[in-house]
C-alpha cells in the first residue's frame, strides 16, 4: 500500500488547504447581483402599475373613447358639481322675481274698474291724458256722489321724457258741454259724475283724455306713512310730513281751491319721490304694503289694464321728478255767483294750454308752471 505523502509546508508540518475565491462572493460579483435584483424589481413594479393602471382604467372609464376621469376621485353627479352650483341661487332668484311679478300683476287686476262714457270728435293728442280726481271721503273708493278735492290733468309726453300735472282748481268754471249752462268742476262732477266732467275738460282744452284715476285721500295718508314720511314744499320751507299732517296742510280750512291744488301737487310730489327712492323701489315689501295702501281706494277706468299700466310705467321709466312739471290751468279770478265764490276761467290761454298738451309741446306748457 502506497500512502501519499501529506504535503508539508516550510516548516515541516501539514500545510492547510488554500479555499480558492468564490466568484459568487467576490465584491464585483455582489455589485452585480445586487444590479440585477435592483433591475428586476423595477421591471416587475413597472409591470404591476401598468396592470393596476388598465384596471383602473377599464373601470372609471366614461363616454366614449373610454376617457378616464382621474385616479382615486369621487365621481359626483353633474348637478352637483361645484362650478355649477351657482345655477341653484340664481335659478332661487329667477322663482322669487317672478313671484313677486305675477302677485303684482295679480293685485294690479284686482283694483276696481269703471267705464268711461265720454264723447269727444277733436283732434287726438300726441301723449297719453289722464284725469286724476282725488276725494276727501275718509272711507270706501271716491265715487260721483262725493264731493272731489282735487282735479289733476296728468299728462304723460309722448317719449317718455317729460311729464305735467296740470291742476284743475274744483271752483273753476267751465261751459258745459251738453249745453247745460256754466257750473264749477266741483258741481259738475257732484251731479253729472266721471264721464260728464271728462267731456267737459275735453271740449275746453282741445284735448282728448285716455284715462281717468279716482282716489280718496285715505290712500294718500297711507301710502305716505309707508314710505316714512313725505318732504313737502310749503310757505314757511321744506317739511317732513307724515300722512295724517299731510292731509290737514292740504285739507286746512279757510284757503282757496287754487291754494289746495298747489298743495295737493306738493304732497304727491313727495309721495312720487319718496316712492321712486333706492329704499322704496328696490324693496318688494314695499311695494306690496303700497299696493294695499292705494288698491281699497281706487277706482280705474275700464281701459286702464294691466297691460295698459304695464305700458305706461315702462314708457315713463326714465322719467324723473325733476322732468315732470306742475302748473295751474289759467284763470282771471274769483267772483260771487248767485252766493257762491267761483273761479272764472281765462278761456283763451286755457285753449293755448290745450293747444301746447295736444302737441306735446314741453315749452309751450313751461310757459304756464307755477
Known amino acids: 500500500m502506497s500512502d501519499t505523502p501529506d504535503e508539508k509546508g516550510p516548516s515541516g508540518n501539514p500545510s492547510k488547504q488554500v479555499e480558492q475565491p468564490d466568484p459568487q462572493s467576490s465584491p464585483a460579483a455582489s455589485v452585480d447581483d445586487d444590479l440585477a435584483w435592483l433591475q428586476r424589481t423595477h421591471q416587475n413594479r413597472e409591470h404591476s402599475g401598468h396592470h393596476s393602471h388598465h384596471s383602473h382604467h377599464g373601470r372609471g372609464s366614461r363616454g366614449r373613447g373610454g376617457h378616464q376621469r382621474g385616479r382615486g376621485r369621487r365621481h359626483h353627479p353633474r348637478w352637483y358639481r361645484p362650478r355649477n352650483t351657482i345655477v341653484f341661487p340664481l335659478l332661487a332668484l329667477v322663482l322669487l322675481v317672478a313671484g313677486f311679478l305675477f302677485y303684482v300683476n295679480h293685485e294690479l287686476g284686482a283694483i276696481r274698474r269703471a267705464?268711461?262714457?265720454?264723447?269727444?270728435?277733436?283732434?287726438?293728442?300726441?301723449?297719453?291724458?289722464?284725469?286724476?280726481?282725488?276725494?276727501?271721503?275718509?272711507?270706501?273708493?271716491?265715487?260721483?256722489?262725493?264731493?272731489?278735492?282735487?282735479?289733476?290733468?296728468?299728462?304723460?309726453?309722448?317719449?317718455?321724457?317729460?311729464?305735467?300735472?296740470?291742476?284743475?282748481?274744483?271752483?273753476?268754471?267751465?261751459?258745459?258741454?251738453?249745453?247745460?249752462?256754466?257750473?264749477?268742476?266741483?258741481?259738475?262732477?257732484?251731479?253729472?259724475?266721471?264721464?260728464?266732467?271728462?267731456?267737459?275738460?275735453?271740449?275746453?282744452?282741445?284735448?282728448?283724455?285716455?284715462?281717468?284715476?279716482?282716489?280718496?285721500?285715505?290712500?294718500?295718508?297711507?301710502?305716505?306713512?309707508?314710505?316714512?314720511?313725505?318732504?313737502?314744499?310749503?310757505?314757511?320751507?321744506?317739511?317732513?310730513?307724515?300722512?295724517?299732517?299731510?292731509?290737514?296742510?292740504?285739507?286746512?280750512?279757510?284757503?282757496?281751491?287754487?291754494?289746495?291744488?298747489?298743495?295737493?301737487?306738493?304732497?304727491?310730489?313727495?309721495?312720487?319721490?319718496?316712492?321712486?327712492?333706492?329704499?322704496?323701489?328696490?324693496?318688494?315689501?314695499?311695494?306690496?304694503?303700497?299696493?294695499?295702501?292705494?288698491?281699497?281706494?281706487?277706482?280705474?277706468?275700464?281701459?286702464?289694464?294691466?297691460?295698459?299700466?304695464?305700458?305706461?310705467?315702462?314708457?315713463?321709466?326714465?322719467?324723473?321728478?325733476?322732468?315732470?312739471?306742475?302748473?295751474t290751468v289759467p284763470y282771471r279770478g274769483y267772483e260771487h255767483v248767485k252766493g257762491s265764490v267761483v273761479l272764472l276761467p281765462d278761456l283763451q290761454a286755457i285753449a293755448q294750454l290745450g293747444a301746447a298738451v295736444r302737441a306735446d309741446n314741453d315749452s309751450g306748457i313751461a310757459v304756464f308752471d307755477n
Open 115 to 327: 267705464p268711461i262714457n265720454a264723447d269727444f270728435s277733436g283732434a287726438t293728442s300726441a301723449g297719453t291724458n289722464v284725469l286724476l280726481i282725488a276725494s276727501n271721503a275718509r272711507t270706501g273708493a271716491v265715487q260721483a256722489d262725493v264731493a272731489t278735492m282735487v282735479v289733476q290733468l296728468v299728462h304723460l309726453g309722448a317719449d317718455g321724457s317729460h311729464a305735467s300735472l296740470i291742476d284743475l282748481p274744483r271752483d273753476l268754471v267751465l261751459p258745459d258741454a251738453h249745453g247745460r249752462g256754466r257750473a264749477s268742476i266741483a258741481v259738475q262732477y257732484l251731479r253729472d259724475g266721471t264721464s260728464s266732467l271728462v267731456s267737459d275738460l275735453q271740449s275746453v282744452l282741445g284735448i282728448d283724455i285716455e284715462h281717468a284715476v279716482q282716489i280718496n285721500y285715505a290712500g294718500y295718508v297711507r301710502a305716505t306713512d309707508t314710505i316714512g314720511g313725505v318732504d313737502v314744499s310749503t310757505e314757511t320751507g321744506v317739511r317732513h310730513l307724515s300722512g295724517s299732517a299731510a292731509l290737514s296742510y292740504v285739507d286746512q280750512r279757510g284757503i282757496n281751491s287754487v291754494v289746495a291744488g298747489q298743495r295737493n301737487q306738493h304732497w304727491l310730489r313727495g309721495i312720487i319721490e319718496g316712492t321712486l327712492s333706492p329704499g322704496v323701489l328696490l324693496n318688494p315689501v314695499k311695494i306690496i304694503e303700497l299696493l294695499h295702501d292705494v288698491k281699497p281706494n281706487l277706482i280705474l277706468d275700464d281701459a286702464l289694464t294691466t297691460g295698459a299700466i304695464r305700458s305706461l310705467a315702462w314708457h315713463s321709466r326714465g322719467l324723473s321728478p325733476t322732468q315732470t312739471r306742475y302748473l
